[in-house]
């Protein structure tokens, strides 16, 4: 099983808690164990086949559709059980990558929107990664002057949250072939084949 960067570091405290926890109270250490496997499961990177168009940025559900100043925004919600590695919805060059400080509500409210969050910011189109209630960390893999492909890895979110695109001018709610509700993969076509 593939894993998202820094997963080990994360588990191995977890593991290495579980001994000198049988030790004092022999149940806790079985617990300590499967949380720590838990840790690595939810870090896991699975490989995705990616599809024509604009393609998902992450795992879970669309709970995003709306406009925004003249342009169309698809957010993902991931739940505790997606993969939470993000996708470039489509290639193009990293302009900038920004860090916004922020709330941590949960990623399915409409208070998300001042969640803190990486923007991934390309020549037509942008990238959000929002941390979550839970979620407090996101590393992203890319930086300015990147040159990404369609499907991408270019990040992860530990713990949570929600992925949106900020479509390319033009795009409009006709060409999405998704809609709030649908479950989609990283990697997955949100709209068609673009002309």
Known sequence: MDLAPGAWRLATP????????????????????????????????????VGDGIVAPAEGTVSVVREEDGRLRVG????????????????????????????????FSKDSDRNERVRVVCEEYETVLIAGWFARR?????????????????GHISFGSRADVLMPPGVTREDLVVDVGTRVRAGESLTGPLT
């Open 76 to 107: 993902v919600f991931m739940s505790p059980f997606s993969v939470h590695v993000n996708r470039a919805p489509l290639a193009g060059t990293v302009r900038e990558v920004e860090h916004v400080p922020g709330a941590y509500k949960p990623a």
């Open 138 to 154: 996101i590393h992203p893999y890319v930086e300015a002057g990147d040159d990404l492909d369609r499907g991408q890895r270019i």
């Open 14 to 49: 977890v593991f290495l808690l579980a001994v000198p926890a049988t030790l004092l109270f022999a149940p806790l250490g079985p617990l300590l164990v499967l949380l720590g496997a838990f840790v690595l499961w939810f870090h896991r990177d699975p490989h995705r086949p």
